[in-house]
């Protein structure tokens, strides 16, 4: 227990600060744009382009893994839409935050540090294959979801184009490609850039963390929606369970593997549900108090998952 404390404690501490940090100096939002652009376009880049580099190449060719951690991601996403469409009569858009809110998590800014301090750099290549084409397939189907529910007016071709711009130039499949490129070569980095690199992605988790707080600080809760009473179980218990047994039938994989999709599975509903309802004009109130309640309660959650692994109750 008293790893699994000291395993948590800088991640979720760090959320903390951050939150506290918000609420006592009552900075505007746009204060933490300029954080959130170095995360985004140079720490988190710089960590994925890191671990995937130096990786030998042949470990990178996991057709079957990340198919199977999609398939099982995807079918949480369709049973919440299933729900919120056709059992609660929601609308389709609304039903298309709600499923992304259960199946959407917050694996870009928690994910890697969490993995690589749980599981060690075994877990490098898992953590930026997930991370990479999870936010791929995500970045496809929120417009084209949207767009079928007539919340997007763009023609297809712009649609398509918006897609095809967002997954091609996105910061984290950028760095992704060309750490592939990288270990494909076998390019043997200068100490320099491989310092430069370090020192970098050193600074991902830390600044991503605090970041999540501070975003969590302003996002003040108002109500609390119906739906999180299925939403939230879904995304911290049953996605992470999902993904394990999908993993665990098809088999095959390194244990490392299959426990570093589990944690990121188990994951609270990331930010950019927030994102994606704030764009559309979609369920935005209700997505923010997903992500608040969600993050809090994965304190709890994301702990009894590292035990389990850890005690060996989740055999791999």
Same mark, same amino acid.
């Given at each position: 227990?008293?790893?699994?404390?000291?395993?948590?404690?800088?991640?979720?501490?760090?959320?903390?600060?951050?939150?506290?940090?918000?609420?006592?100096?009552?900075?505007?939002?746009?204060?933490?744009?300029?954080?959130?652009? #170095?995360?985004?376009?140079?720490?988190?880049?710089?960590?994925?382009?890191?671990?995937?580099?130096?990786?030998?190449?042949?470990?990178?060719?996991? *057709?079957?893994?990340?198919?199977?951690?999609?398939?099982?991601?995807?079918?949480?996403?369709?049973?919440?839409?299933?729900?919120?469409?056709?059992?609660?009569?929601?609308?389709?858009?609304?039903?298309?935050?709600?499923?992304?809110?259960?199946?959407?998590?917050? *694996?870009?800014?928690?994910?890697?540090?969490?993995?690589?301090?749980?599981?060690?750099?075994?877990?490098?290549?898992?953590?930026?294959?997930?991370?990479?084409?999870?936010?791929?397939?995500?970045?496809?189907?929120?417009?084209?979801?949207?767009?079928?529910?007539?919340?997007?007016?763009?023609?297809?071709?712009?649609?398509?184009?918006?897609?095809?711009?967002?997954?091609?130039?996105?910061? #984290?499949?950028?760095?992704?490609?060309?750490?592939?490129?990288?270990?494909?070569?076998?390019?043997?980095?200068?100490?320099?850039?491989?310092?430069?690199?370090?020192?970098?992605?050193?600074?991902?988790?830390?600044?991503?963390?605090?970041?999540?707080?501070?975003?969590?600080?302003?996002?003040?809760?108002?109500?609390?929606?119906?739906?999180?009473?299925?939403?939230?179980?879904?995304?911290?218990?049953?996605?992470?369970?999902?993904?394990?047994?999908?993993?665990?039938?098809?088999?095959?994989?390194?244990?490392?593997?299959?426990?570093?999709?589990?944690?990121?599975?188990?994951?609270?509903?990331?930010?950019?549900?927030?994102?994606?309802?704030?764009?559309?004009?979609?369920?935005?109130?209700?997505?923010?108090?997903?992500?608040?309640?969600?993050?809090?309660?994965?304190?709890?959650?994301?702990?009894?998952?590292?035990?389990?692994?850890?005690?060996?109750?989740?055999?791999?």
């Amino acid at each position: 227990m008293t790893d699994i404390i000291s395993l948590l404690l800088p991640f979720f501490g760090l959320i903390l600060i951050g939150y506290i940090a918000a609420k006592a100096t009552k900075q505007p939002a746009e204060a933490l744009g300029w954080l959130n652009t #170095f995360i985004i376009y140079a720490a988190l880049p710089a960590l994925f382009f890191k671990l995937v580099s130096r990786t030998p190449v042949e470990d990178l060719a996991r *057709i079957d893994f990340i198919a199977t951690d999609l398939a099982a991601t995807y079918s949480i996403f369709i049973a919440l839409f299933v729900i919120g469409r056709y059992l609660r009569k929601s609308r389709m858009d609304e039903s298309t935050i709600q499923a992304f809110a259960g199946a959407y998590g917050n *694996i870009g800014y928690m994910g890697p540090g969490l993995a690589l301090i749980a599981f060690g750099d075994e877990a490098a290549v898992p953590v930026a294959l997930i991370v990479c084409l999870e936010n791929a397939m995500h970045f496809i189907v929120a417009p084209a979801m949207m767009a079928a529910a007539g919340d997007d007016d763009r023609s297809r071709s712009q649609i398509a184009a918006d897609i095809i711009r967002k997954v091609a130039l996105h910061p #984290f499949i950028l760095s992704t490609a060309a750490g592939f490129l990288a270990a494909a070569l076998q390019f043997e980095q200068p100490s320099a850039l491989r310092q430069f690199v370090d020192y970098l992605a050193q600074a991902a988790a830390p600044c991503a963390l605090f970041a999540m707080g501070v975003t969590l600080a302003l996002r003040p809760l108002k109500r609390i929606p119906p739906e999180i009473g299925y939403i939230v179980p879904a995304k911290l218990i049953a996605h992470p369970l999902v993904v394990y047994g999908a993993l665990t039938l098809v088999g095959g994989f390194d244990p490392i593997w299959v426990y570093a999709a589990v944690l990121l599975a188990a994951l609270p509903t990331a930010t950019n549900v927030f994102v994606i309802g704030q764009q559309y004009h979609v369920w935005q109130e209700r997505a923010s108090a997903t992500i608040l309640i969600a993050t809090a309660l994965s304190v709890v959650t994301v702990s009894v998952f590292l035990i389990a692994i850890k005690s060996g109750f989740l055999p791999a």
